[in-house]
Structure formats: C-alpha cells, structure tokens
C-alpha cells in the first residue's frame, strides 16, 4: 500500500508557474502509475496528467497540453507536475493519485489518493 502526499501548491498570479510534488508516505511509488487530478469548486474533479513508473507513458489533458510536464525527479523517482502558463480556469485542488495499472486517465484506474493541495491563480 502506497500514500501519496503532495505539496508544493500555493497563489499565483496568471502567466506564473507552480511545481506539484507527491511522495510516497512509507515506500516507493515502484511499480505504480501516478496520476493527477483537479477539483473545482462545483465541478467534477479531472484528470489532468499522469505517468507510468518507468517514464515511458505520459498523458495529459487536452487543457494542460504545452503548459504542464509530469515527470520524476532523478534521484527520489518523486513524480512532479511542472505547471507553466497559469490560467485562473487552472485554479483547483490537486490530488496525486497511485495505481497497480490501468488507462491513465481513468480515475477508476487508482487506488491510493492524497488529500490534495489547493492551487490558485489570480487574474
């Protein structure tokens, strides 16, 4: 079993640029695929990038394509979410989610989530 915890969110304004992270509580996200989602305020939460353990797959949302690159750190394989180009539509919690395997996208496809952090871009 694997819990994510991510950080790394905060205020910013339009045009600005955030960097999500997400650990492993208590082991190593091997072999899992690490997704990340959005939730808005009165909206449904959305997929927004996710990322296979070896780095091979990627993919994202039609939304964040060319603004937002997951990918893992090098040294602590922790996977992060780069996101550049901030739009106030971006504003959300942000939850890292982990899974044994599954189409990237699908929620259903993960099992572990963590308690999300709130991203906000000011116009």
């Known amino acids: 079993q694997v819990q994510p915890v991510e950080s790394g969110g905060g205020l910013v304004q339009a045009g600005g640029s955030l960097r999500l992270s997400c650990t492993a509580s208590g082991r190593s996200f091997r072999p899992y695929i690490v997704g990340w989602f959005r939730q808005a305020p009165g909206k449904e939460r959305e997929f927004v990038a996710a990322i296979t353990w070896s780095g091979g797959s990627t993919k994202y949302a039609d939304s964040v394509k060319g603004r937002f690159t997951v990918s893992k750190f090098n040294a602590e394989n922790t996977p992060y979410l780069q996101m550049n180009s901030l739009k106030p539509e971006d504003s959300a919690v942000y939850y890292c989610?982990?899974?044994?395997?599954?189409?990237?996208?699908?929620?259903?496809?993960?099992?572990?989530w963590g308690q999300g952090t709130q991203v906000t871009v000011s116009s």
């Open positions: 989610a982990a899974g044994r395997s599954g189409t990237l996208d699908y929620a259903s496809s993960y099992e572990y």
